[in-house]
């Protein structure tokens, strides 16, 4: 069954516990996004304060989109988040592999969407999945780049047993054309929390990939 994970990034504390609870009914899980203004052009909300304050039963995956993620590790002690993604393009990327499995962490390696999968390669059979982005990370409701969608196809195809997560621009008609390249997983931001109804967008999702 295909995984629909929500995503929230946002630079406002009180949005990111808003945020949560508006998608509470409708999921198990949330993918927060953290930036560090570096790595992305923009910062968000450091996650680590605001994930210990609120309460919710939900679990996070943390998108760590910073150029140096091993010196972010140290605040993430909470079991809501139990997994984490980092980026290829990122510093020290084996260190924190180490660090994050020490935690009993979870690992997503995420890669751009120019960076060539030869890049992750070596990492395959170290982390839980590999996390496509099919727009530039870093903002919400930016354009779904229609070429990543033949790399996931080459990846699967090469990989057929590695779980593949895509983030970005999904909406219930891209969420079709990743599912029939080899996905698992799809991160929604702004199709699910700009609409007017969360459940009405994460069923449309649903029923948008319901045969695969």
């Given at each position: 069954?295909?995984?629909?994970?929500?995503?929230?990034?946002?630079?406002?504390?009180?949005?990111?516990?808003?945020?949560?609870?508006?998608?509470?009914?409708?999921?198990?899980?949330?993918?927060?996004?953290?930036?560090?203004?570096?790595?992305?052009?923009?910062?968000?909300?450091?996650?680590?304060?605001?994930?210990?304050?609120?309460?919710?039963?939900?679990?996070?995956?943390?998108?760590?989109?910073?150029?140096?993620?091993?010196?972010?590790?140290?605040?993430?002690?909470?079991?809501?988040?139990?997994?984490?993604?980092?980026?290829?393009?990122?510093?020290d990327i084996t260190p924190v592999i180490k660090e994050l499995r020490?935690?009993?962490?979870?690992?997503?390696?995420?890669?751009?969407?120019?960076?060539?999968?030869?890049?992750?390669?070596?990492?395959?059979?170290?982390?839980?999945?590999?996390?496509?982005?099919?727009?530039?990370?870093?903002?919400?409701?930016?354009?779904?780049?229609?070429?990543?969608?033949?790399?996931?196809?080459?990846?699967?195809?090469?990989?057929?047993?590695?779980?593949?997560?895509?983030?970005?621009?999904?909406?219930?008609?891209?969420?079709?054309?990743?599912?029939?390249?080899?996905?698992?997983?799809?991160?929604?931001?702004?199709?699910?929390?700009?609409?007017?109804?969360?459940?009405k967008a994460i069923t449309e999702l649903r029923e948008a990939v319901?045969?695969?």
């Open positions: 069954m295909v995984e629909i994970i929500p995503a929230i990034l946002t630079n406002s504390s009180e949005e990111f516990e808003k945020l949560v609870h508006l998608i509470e009914p409708y999921s198990q899980r949330i993918h927060l996004d953290v930036g560090d203004g570096i790595f992305v052009p923009n910062a968000t909300i450091g996650g680590y304060s605001e994930l210990g304050l609120v309460s919710t039963h939900l679990k996070f995956d943390v998108h760590l989109m910073v150029k140096k993620p091993l010196e972010q590790l140290s605040f993430w002690n909470n079991k809501k988040a139990d997994r984490f993604i980092i980026h290829v393009e990122s510093e020490s935690m009993g962490k979870n690992i997503g390696l995420a890669l751009n969407p120019d960076t060539s999968t030869q890049n992750i390669e070596s990492f395959v059979g170290l982390v839980d999945f590999i996390q496509f982005m099919t727009v530039n990370p870093g903002f919400q409701r930016s354009d779904f780049l229609d070429h990543v969608v033949g790399k996931i196809r080459s990846f699967h195809k090469k990989y057929p047993k590695v779980t593949i997560a895509v983030d970005g621009g999904i909406n219930p008609t891209t969420a079709k054309s990743v599912i029939e390249a080899g996905a698992d997983i799809l991160v929604s931001g702004s199709f699910v929390l700009k609409s007017n109804s969360v459940g319901q045969n695969f």
